[in-house]
C-alpha cells in the first residue's frame, strides 16, 4: 500500500478555548501530523458571545495550540466565514474536517464547508459528529444541524449511536463509524494519599468521582439519589462532584442537604484545569456517568486512560466502551435502584490487571482513529 501524504485543515476550537472539544482537536491534529500528513487548524475568534456563555471563563490560561495557522471564524460574523472559506481555499486541502457538537456554530461550519468546496471542489469535506444534535436540542436547532449535515460529503462519528441517528436525517451519507480515543495530555497519576491531602479529603473512605460539566442530561441527579441510598444504609463511601454547572445548581444541593450525610460529598463547582485533572482522577476509586442521555464522554477517555473504574449507563454509545472491558460496569439509566446496586458492585470488585486494561484500552489509541478515518 502505498503512503500518501495529505494536507488537513480542522475548522474549529483549538487552544486556549477550554473543555473537551478544544483537547480532542488538538489530539487528533497531533495524531494525524504522527501519521505523517500535515495539519492546519483555524481557530475561533470567537466561539459564543458572553451574553451567551453558561460558564465563567471560555478560555484556559497557559495553553496555546501547536496547529493554528488563524484564528479565522467569529461565531456572529458572517463575513469571516467566506474569509476563513477563503484561506482555507487557498490551502488547497485534500481533506477539511468540521466537528460538530452544538448547533449555535452550524450556520457557520456549513458556510465555511460550502464555499470551500465551491473555491476547492477536490476537497473532502468531513463532518465529524460528536453527537447528532446539540444535547437537549430544540427543533429550530435540529434545523441548523441539518444544513451543515447537507453541506458535508462524509461523515465521520465517535459512536454506532450517532451513526444511526445520522442516518435518519441523510441516509445516503457516507459514514465512518470510529471511537473516542483516549486522552494522554494530562499529568500522570499521584498517590491517593497526596491527592485527598490536595482536595482537603480523608485518605480512608472510598471516593466516587463524578467529573467534568453539569448538565441535566447527565444525571447528576441521579447519583445523587443513589449516593443517598448507600449512606441511609451505613456505607462509608464518599462522594466528589467536580465541574462547574451549567445550570442552576439548587436543586442538586437540596438533595446533598436531605440526604443522612451531607457531610460525605465534596463538591468543586468550577472548572477543572488541565493541571488538576489528574488530582481528582488520582483521588477517585470510582468514576461515575449517571447520564441520561449520551452519545459519548470525554470523561470516559480520561478514566479508561487513569485505568479507573467505571459505572456508566447503557445510553448512546457508553456501552461501546464499558460492554465488555474489565473495569466497566453498566447499568439501566434513570434508575437509583440500578445505579445504586452497580455502585456497591463496582466498589467491592476485585482490582483488575493492568496487562488487561491495557489490552481493552488499545483499541482507543489515537494512531487507530486517524487510520481508520484517513483510510476509509
Known amino acids: 500500500m502505498v503512503f500518501c501524504r495529505m494536507k488537513i485543515a480542522i475548522v474549529s476550537v483549538f487552544l486556549p478555548y477550554r473543555g473537551g472539544i478544544a483537547q480532542f482537536n488538538e489530539a487528533m491534529a497531533k495524531a494525524f501530523t504522527a501519521a505523517g500528513h500535515e495539519c ?12 451567551l456563555f453558561p460558564g465563567t471563563n471560555q478560555y484556559e490560561d497557559g495553553l496555546q495550540s501547536q496547529f493554528v495557522r488563524t484564528e479565522a471564524v467569529d461565531s456572529v460574523n458572517p463575513k469571516t466565514w467566506y474569509r476563513c472559506a477563503r484561506l482555507i481555499g487557498k490551502e488547497q486541502p485534500d481533506v477539511v474536517i468540521v466537528p460538530f457538537w452544538t448547533a449555535f456554530l452550524a ?169 488538576d485533572v489528574h488530582v481528582f482522577f488520582s483521588a477517585a476509586d470510582l468514576v461515575c456517568l449517571p447520564y441520561a442521555a449520551a452519545s459519548q464522554s470525554g470523561v470516559t477517555a480520561i478514566a479508561m486512560h487513569y485505568h479507573k473504574p467505571v459505572v456508566a ?17 453498566i447499568c439501566a439509566p434513570r434508575n437509583v435502584h440500578a445505579l445504586t446496586e452497580a455502585i456497591r458492585s463496582a466498589l467491592s470488585a476485585e482490582p483488575v490487571e493492568a496487562a488487561s486494561i491495557a489490552t481493552w484500552n488499545a483499541r482507543f489509541a489515537w494512531a487507530a482513529f486517524a487510520q481508520q478515518c484517513l483510510s476509509a
Open 40 to 51: 492546519i487548524g483555524f481557530n475561533f475568534s470567537r466561539q459564543y458571545p458572553s451574553l
Open 107 to 275: 450556520p457557520a461550519l456549513a458556510t465555511v464547508a460550502r464555499r470551500v468546496k465551491a473555491l476547492h471542489p477536490s476537497a473532502r469535506i468531513v463532518g465529524l459528529f460528536h453527537n447528532a444534535n446539540s444535547h437537549d436540542a430544540k427543533p429550530w436547532e435540529k434545523a441548523l444541524t441539518q444544513r451543515l449535515v447537507r453541506s458535508i460529503d462524509e461523515a465521520w462519528t465517535l459512536s454506532e449511536d450517532v451513526s444511526k441517528q445520522l442516518k435518519t436525517r441523510r441516509e445516503e451519507l457516507p459514514i465512518t463509524t470510529a471511537f473516542h480515543p483516549l486522552y494522554e495530555h494530562f499529568d500522570p497519576l499521584i498517590s491517593r494519599e497526596e491527592a485527598r491531602g490536595q482536595l482537603d479529603m480523608p485518605v480512608s473512605p472510598k471516593l466516587v468521582l463524578f467529573f467534568g460539566l453539569i448538565r441535566p442530561y447527565k444525571g447528576l441527579e441521579w447519583l445523587l439519589k443513589a449516593a443517598t441510598e448507600l449512606h441511609k444504609n451505613g456505607e462509608d463511601v464518599f462522594f466528589c462532584i467536580a465541574g462547574e454547572p451549567y445550570t442552576d445548581w439548587e436543586p442538586y444541593q437540596h438533595i446533598i442537604d436531605a440526604s443522612p450525610a451531607p457531610e460525605r460529598f465534596y463538591t468543586y463547582l468550577k472548572f477543572i484545569p488541565k493541571e
Open 313 to 329: 449507563t447503557d445510553v448512546g454509545g457508553l456501552k461501546e466502551y464499558f460492554d465488555g472491558n474489565p473495569i466497566g460496569h
